[in-house]
Nanobody, 126 residues
Framework: QLVESGGGLVQAGGSLRLSCAAS????????MGWFRQAPGKGREFVGRITWNTGRTLYSDSVKGRFTISRDVAKSTHYLQMNNLRPEDTARYFCAAQRYYDDSYRYAATAAHYEFWGQGTQVTVSS
């Protein structure tokens, strides 16, 4: 089970940190991803972190502004979002997939993820 928290309303330029707590099973050898979905749009890859080694990948739209980290002891990973923009407004989801390879294409494909959280809303006002 994956449970997100930390969403909310923030002004442009502000910051938020989302959390994704994992429970019910081990996610060793998994990749933990973040996606977002704005109203009327498809699910967009934000980034991912490998559970074992902490390697990260990011989409170009968030690179340099967002950072993914993990706390293995707490079975939780985080999405730190800085310099937020109105176009970052969306529902953010965490997800998990078994590690396959380090390719961006595989990580960014939502269909590869087995487990999903319920999402948390992030709204950025201008």
């Amino acid at each position: 089970q994956l449970v997100e928290s930390g969403g909310g309303l923030v002004q442009a330029g502000g910051s938020l940190r989302l959390s994704c707590a994992a429970s019910g099973r081990t996610f060793e050898n998994y990749v933990m991803g973040w996606f977002r979905q704005a109203p009327g749009k498809g699910r967009e890859f934000v980034g991912r972190i490998t559970w074992n080694t902490g390697r990260t990948l990011y989409s170009d739209s968030v690179k340099g502004r967002f950072t993914i980290s993990r706390d293995v002891a707490k079975s939780t990973h985080y999405l730190q979002m800085n310099n937020l923009r109105p176009e970052d407004t969306a529902r953010y989801f965490c997800a998990a997939q078994r590690y396959y390879d380090d390719s961006y294409r595989y990580a960014a494909t939502a269909a590869h993820y087995e487990f999903w959280g319920q999402g948390t809303q992030v709204t950025v006002s201008s």
